[in-house]
């Protein structure tokens, strides 16, 4: 997703879907696992996801994502956060990720996903307005 929430060149879709964030990754000695927090996609893009979090994380930021969407195997990404604000009905914050291919990600797995989707009722998908 963008800097400018409203500034998106391609579709967007209302979509929950639990997701796992690596806040911390594991030490490289192993003496610390990984901090991985469970929240929910609320809209996803080809380029991004906005998820709910019950805590605020830095702009900047870059978190490894895995989606799991129901009747797929997890989808494992990396989102850069790009704005974050404060969610008034749950005290948690909607969080913006700009995602980008590296390795051992499944970008272009998501973007299959993500341009398969229709805003049928029968997916539970709507498209968000612009």
Do not use: Y
Not at 41 to 51: H, K
Not at 65 to 72: G, I, R, S, Y
């Amino acid at each position: 997703m963008l800097s400018d929430k409203e500034d998106r060149g391609e579709s967007r879709f209302r979509l929950v879907q639990t997701v796992f964030v690596e806040l911390q990754p594991a030490s490289r000695d192993g003496s610390k696992p990984p901090i991985i927090v469970m929240c929910n996609s609320s809209d996803v893009s080809a380029n991004g996801i906005q998820i709910l979090l019950h805590e605020e994380i830095p702009m900047g930021s870059i978190l490894r994502l895995c989606v799991d969407m129901k009747n797929l195997d997890p989808i494992f990404l990396i989102g850069e956060v790009k704005w974050v604000q404060p969610d008034a009905e749950t005290d948690g914050f909607l969080i913006g990720l700009l995602l980008f291919e590296a390795e051992n990600t499944d970008t272009q797995i998501w973007e299959k996903v993500i341009a398969d989707l229709s805003p049928s009722p029968k997916h539970g998908v709507q498209p968000t307005p612009p």
